[in-house]
């Protein structure tokens, strides 16, 4: 399909690219660019005058509950709500229903999500069988199955020596190791250790559960150097460690959740469920270090941390509630409240959501690996258009996943997505 | 943004639930306690009802198993001629894997004015009387480690029966604080209600260090802890955290935080011993503490149904 970009201010972080130009889409790849494109006879022309082109969004940490909730077709809603939030390429973690631990898993995930022809998926494949810490997965098969990487969830792996054999097996073919750094015992609690949750009579999690884990990685990755990516950064001194391990030069990247970058503990209220999360928002010095952590680039990414959690299972106690909120459609509101906030340029903003991500995941995007995240002619057609200023209220109805909790329900956020184009389709058109 | 005004009380600022001491006046908490004054003498009448809740259904649902607790909410809500349901959630419907809320709206349907919540979850009641319609009323009988606020508010009822007022008292509570819902309430209401020295003492394990943000100073030492102290509340000990991680032993507990009559003699001379119960003899208290002239135990029994119905008729004379 040949689609026109028209009029729009077109960002590409990447290359430091910010001008007012028309792009010009054929084949399934950016063909031409620039202020007139001659000689192109569009079937479809996208008018984004007064609206920034950006290359299409990528999201390290989106759950589409598949395989586990085919019967309330999960996946068709929560791919068209990525698409919707100018999600192009999502990474889905393991912890599915059953696990991505078999090739066969990651197949039929892969297939029925080419079908729908949205957003690419990259899945994560299990680091260890079920999850359970224990025996490795098949990685290489995993690998060829379109696995990018491996990782655990939220399941810590308790035993040590375990950890340090996933690092040795994927640093032997390159894999990437993802990892949500915090210590099994320590990280037991509902809500983040503090005064809050000794008011309220909550368990906590206590940062040491976050630098523990840390500290426990650094040092297998000095004897063992293997491709880690921390997923969602919690606290302040986990994210001086990681600054600290980043500048000794070890392998690792890292994201940070849009819930982490805007919340803190006392957003709670009155025990509200939607701010059950995992990891538990924590206080106003580990949100302010995040923030920084995320505009100075230590934060390689920003992430939905999306988990469309059913009605019956947030309606339950604070403990009792599932943890997680939907944010596909949030992620790049957010990012942009964030920019608004503490000064940041859009094309920064942009490239926490585009190239940071794209970095993270490098070489396991083959082909792939020189455009996704980028606008570069000749590069993959992934594109978000949308209008910067444009604010609308977060409600249940205007949603399309079919998760309808958030802790930002009744916000007003900045940006609109007007045109989503996935792999040179139109996969999301508001005009 | 959503602005959530404190769920206890209606636009007018009147008690509509009994959740949790923190957040409330001094000037509520004072009319609990002077209304419960009124409530004593009903005890010793010959007729022990007053119509207050007549026609009124008050329901006790305990998710956690009470004697105490529920039979004094029980003996309260009858005085105040109300209908008593009591259901042993523990063992039916919950058990068959009915939602906490779909129990709530059964039970609704079945035209109930008054929830009394016991639940092993902190905040459970707040979800309750979020979810009941604006005629009915929750009050906490105990919500995980959070609340207990009907307990509260006996103590401080008995305090102020044996000491008159709160503003130059001292008071210590001793024990595994970390899981005390009595400690948390017991905390809020004596700040709340003017009392300027609160102490929390026990080991570390078992007295988080950021209590001190609730107003009270933490002391791991118990003679630093009840030293002229007006005011001792022992805390009960749960058997499955008396040996483990958090504490060696039971033998070992009461060797350094166990109240004995020696120990005592570091409280002031007319220092109360006070005890939500049950207790455990040898273990937080010496038995000749806990049935000696010091201890008021038994009168904040007593003491616990007048407050209690002076909660239910506050509660049901307001509406949302």
Redesign the interface.
């Known amino acids: 399909m040949k689609i026109l970009i028209k009029s729009g201010r077109v960002i590409d972080p990447a290359s430091g690219m910010d001008a007012q130009q028309d792009v010009a889409i054929a084949g399934g790849r950016i063909v031409a660019m620039g202020p007139t494109i001659p000689d192109f006879t569009p079937e479809k022309t996208v008018d984004a005058s007064g609206a920034i082109v950006a290359p299409g969004l990528i999201d390290l940490c989106a759950r589409l509950r598949e395989p586990g909730f085919e019967h309330e077709s999960m996946l068709e809603s929560e791919m068209a709500a990525a698409v919707a939030g100018g999600i192009t390429s999502l990474v889905c973690p393991p912890d599915t229903d059953p696990v991505l631990d078999e090739p066969g898993l990651v197949d039929m995930l892969k297939f029925r999500t080419k079908k729908l022809r949205q957003a690419r998926v990259f899945p994560l494949g299990a680091l260890t069988r079920g999850l359970k810490g224990e025996i490795l997965t098949e990685m290489a098969e995993l690998t060829e199955s379109g696995c990018v990487g491996f990782g655990q969830a939220d399941v810590p792996i308790v035993n040590t020596q375990v950890l340090q054999r996933t690092f040795q097996y994927a640093a032997s073919f390159g894999y990437s190791v993802w990892l949500r750094p915090q210590d099994y015992w320590l990280g037991q609690g509902v809500a983040a250790s503090g005064a809050l949750a000794t008011r309220m009579g909550l368990s906590g999690v206590p940062v040491a559960a976050e630098v523990i884990a840390l500290q426990t990685i650094f040092e297998l990755l000095r004897g063992t150097p293997a491709r880690v990516h921390l997923c969602r950064i919690s606290s302040a001194k986990g994210l001086a460690l990681i600054r600290q391990a980043k500048a000794e030069g070890l392998p690792i990247t890292c994201d940070v959740s849009v819930h982490n970058l805007h919340l803190i503990d006392v957003d709670m209220g009155y025990y509200d469920a939607r701010l059950r999360l995992q990891p538990p928002v924590r206080q106003q010095v580990d949100r302010d270090a995040l923030r920084a952590g995320l505009a100075d680039g230590t934060i390689d990414a920003l992430v939905s941390d999306h988990n469309p959690v059913e009605a019956d299972a947030k309606n339950l106690p604070f403990a009792q509630a599932e943890p997680g909120g939907t944010a596909l459609e949030l992620l790049l509101s957010l990012a942009l409240k964030w920019g608004q906030t503490d000064g940041i340029p859009d094309r920064q903003v942009l490239r926490a959501l585009t190239r940071g991500p794209a970095n993270v995941l490098g070489q396991s995007l083959g082909s792939l690996q020189d455009s996704l995240g980028q606008i570069v002619i000749g590069g993959v057609a992934d594109i978000c258009v949308f209008n910067p200023t444009d604010e609308w209220v977060v409600s249940d109805g205007s949603l399309r996943s079919q998760g309808k909790h958030t802790p930002f329900s009744g916000y007003a956020l900045p940006g609109r997505v007007v045109t989503t184009i996935a792999g040179g389709f139109v996969a999301f058109d508001s005009q | ?2 602005i ?1 005004r404190n ?1 206890q009380l209606n636009a007018n600022g009147e008690l509509i639930h009994l959740l949790s001491t ?1 957040g409330l006046s001094k000037d509520v908490l004072t009319n609990i306690l002077d209304t419960a004054t009124n409530f004593v003498s009903v005890s010793d009448r010959e007729v022990k009802k007053v119509p207050l809740l007549r026609g009124k259904s008050v329901f006790n649902l305990f998710f956690e198993n009470s004697t105490r607790t529920r039979t004094t909410f029980d003996i309260a809500a009858t005085r105040l001629s109300a209908d008593v349901i009591n259901l042993d959630i523990a063992r039916s419907s919950a058990s068959k894997g009915e ?3 779909d129990t709530i709206d059964n039970l609704s349907a079945m035209a109930a004015d008054i929830f009394v919540v016991r ?1 092993n ?4 009641p ?2 309750i009387a ?1 979810h009941v319609a604006p005629h009915v009323h929750v009050v906490n009988a105990g ?5 207990h606020p009907t307990q509260a508010l006996l103590d401080m009822y008995t305090i102020r029966h044996f000491k008159g007022d709160f503003s130059n008292l001292s008071v210590a509570i001793v024990g595994d604080v970390l899981h005390s ?1 009595v400690a ?1 309430s017991n905390i809020h209401a004596l700040t709340t209600l003017g009392c300027p020295d609160v102490r929390v003492v026990g080991p570390k394990t078992l007295v ?1 260090g ?2 001190a ?2 107003g009270a100073r933490v002391c791991n030492d118990l003679r630093e802890g009840i030293s002229g102290v007006d005011v001792v509340i022992a805390l009960r000990l749960q058997n499955e955290r008396m040996s483990g991680a958090l504490l060696p032993s039971a033998q070992e507990f009461f060797k350094s935080y166990g109240l004995t009559p020696e120990r005592m003699q570091w409280a002031k001379p007319d220092a109360i011993v006070m005890h939500p119960g049950p207790i455990n003899r040898g273990v937080e208290i010496a038995s000749a503490v806990a049935d000696g002239p010091q201890a008021v135990i038994l009168s904040q029994v007593t003491f616990g149904i007048a407050v209690r119905m002076a909660v239910m008729s506050i509660v049901a004379s307001h509406d949302a």
């Open positions: 943004m959503r959530q769920p923190e939602s906490l809320l639940h979850e902190s905040g459970a707040y979800l979020q919500d995980g480690r959070h609340a819902r948390r988080p950021d209590m943000q609730m």
